[in-house]
């Protein structure tokens, strides 16, 4: 990757009336959190019909044991990381007005972004299956499982999106839009395999923005939808990016 690129970029981002960013897992791996799809991933140790919406509402409890084990033994000690700081501190400088992310971990949050849209959800909520009320999860207790609703009682369940499930509306609307009107995506640590998520890039780039890629591997956006390709691992990346933006010309 050359430092033409990086200027370039950082350009770019500066010039740019509105720009957003598009997350997925390769943001987090390095937070420890491992990725759902690839060697390693999720999906190569777990059966993915242990999270198909029937099944859970079969068996809420095994269900739970499983997500427990996966997303919540370490959900207070997990940290964000370089890259998510770095977009952190482009949107407190004025550069990012929203993160789209893929992921569940509520990092971003985390790092101290205030305006993320997530398309899976995330673990840091819980919802009622009776009354649909939500909480946050650190407001209920995981020892006996499944959790009940402290108001009608009815099994709570991880405000994540299932299989089967449908993206949040109100998520997938406020994406599209921003996709169709904003200047210059930064897309970090995703293939774009995962729909209808992985459109959101597509969009962007049919409507005319820049399109600035991060990942340590091409994708399926690298030759069809990038303009700017840095290559390498996020945690590397932003901040080199994030130190460019911010360093005069
Ligand atoms: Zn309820």
Not at 80 to 104: R, S
Not at 187 to 206: C, M
Request: hydrophobic share 35%; proline share 7%.
């Amino acid at each position: 990757m050359s430092d033409g690129a990086l200027r370039n970029a950082a350009d770019h981002i500066r010039d740019a009336r509105t720009t957003f960013a598009f997350t997925g897992a390769g943001i987090s791996v390095e937070s420890g959190i491992p990725p759902f799809r690839g060697p390693g991933g999720v999906w190569s140790k777990h059966d993915p019909a242990l999270f198909e919406m029937g099944y859970f509402r079969r068996n809420p409890e095994a269900s739970w044991k499983l997500i427990r084990e996966l997303f919540y033994e370490r959900f207070n000690t997990v940290k964000p990381n370089k890259a998510h700081t770095a977009l952190a501190e482009l949107e407190a400088a004025g550069l990012l007005t929203t993160v789209v992310t893929q992921n569940i971990d509520g990092l971003h949050q985390k790092a101290g972004n205030t305006h993320v849209l997530e398309y899976h959800g995330s673990t840091s909520r819980v919802q009622c299956m009776s009354c649909r009320r939500k909480y946050p999860t650190e407001s209920v207790s995981l020892d006996t499982l499944p959790p009940k609703c402290p108001d009608c009682g009815g099994v709570l369940k991880p405000d994540i999106v299932f299989f089967s499930e449908g993206i949040p509306d109100d998520v997938h609307r406020e994406a599209t839009q921003l996709a169709r009107s904003a200047d210059v995506l930064i897309v970090v640590g995703t293939t774009g395999e995962v729909q209808p998520a992985g459109r959101i890039p597509w969009v962007a780039h049919h409507n005319g923005a820049t399109i600035i890629e991060i990942n340590p591997n091409e994708s399926a956006y690298t030759y069809k939808a990038t303009d700017i390709y840095l290559e390498g691992k996020a945690g590397r990346m932003l901040p080199e990016l994030l130190e460019a933006v911010l360093t005069p010309r």
